[in-house]
Antibody, heavy 118, light 108 residues
């Protein structure tokens, strides 16, 4: 059964670094790509970046300078780090698996809410 | 960048009514279009991929269609469990995915 689950601190101070973990089950990170998508409260969805099954990455140009996505295949975990957080980074952060049949996200984690506040 | 213009922003309909939501792509994206339903406090759930293919377990009252660069999601008979926010997603420029702005569907 395919599952993804995000975990993280919940509250981050402005200018600090956000670290999130996506733990997956039911598939291998060597076979599938995992993306991060975020959603500010009451707003729409924004694609943030991807780590390919090969280990390469691609980021949203608006976030590229602050964002890093890595993984530990042996632990089935994907990591997101984003620095210089501001209040506008307050959002629910999702990890999602993609499906290359007409490229879409077929499975999502439940999301983790991150509030940026002092 | 490919833009997805979704309409309407909100919609109120009666039970058993037919509901249609549209997404207009700023350029040709073929059938690289998916639809999602998001309920409060939940992650988006896949409804349609490849513009017209129903995802596993999705009721047959949901359907997707394409006419050129315009895509539609149709709910043939609105049910009590269907309210939520619906999003389209273009995957043509993957991994540079873009979502529509969302349509909030309510029961009248």
């Amino acid at each position: 059964q395919v599952q993804l689950k995000e975990s993280g601190p919940g509250l981050v101070q402005p200018s600090q670094t956000l670290s999130l973990t996506c733990t997956v089950a039911g598939f291998s990170l060597t076979s599938y790509n995992v993306h991060w998508v975020r959603q500010p409260p009451g707003k729409g969805l924004e694609w943030m970046g991807v780590i390919w099954n090969t280990g390469g990455t691609r980021y949203n140009s608006a976030l590229k300078s602050r964002l890093s996505i890595t993984k530990d295949t042996s632990k089935s975990q994907v990591f997101l780090k984003m620095n210089s957080l501001q209040t506008e980074d307050t959002a629910t952060y999702y990890c999602a698996r993609d499906n290359d049949n007409y490229w879409h996200f077929d499975f999502w984690g439940p999301g983790t809410m991150v509030t940026v506040s002092s | 960048d490919i833009q997805m213009t979704q309409s309407p922003a909100s919609l109120s309909a009666s039970l058993e009514e037919i509901v249609t939501i549209t997404c207009q792509a700023s350029q040709d994206i073929g059938n690289w279009l998916a639809w999602y339903q998001q309920k409060p406090g939940e992650s988006p759930q896949l409804l349609i991929s490849g513009a017209t293919s129903l995802a596993d377990g999705v009721p047959s009252r949901f359907s997707g269609s394409r006419s050129g660069t315009q895509f539609s999601l149709k709910i043939s008979r609105l049910q009590v469990e269907d309210p939520g926010i619906y999003y389209c997603l273009q995957g043509y420029s993957a991994p540079l995915f873009t979502f529509g702005s969302g349509t909030k569907l309510e029961i009248k």
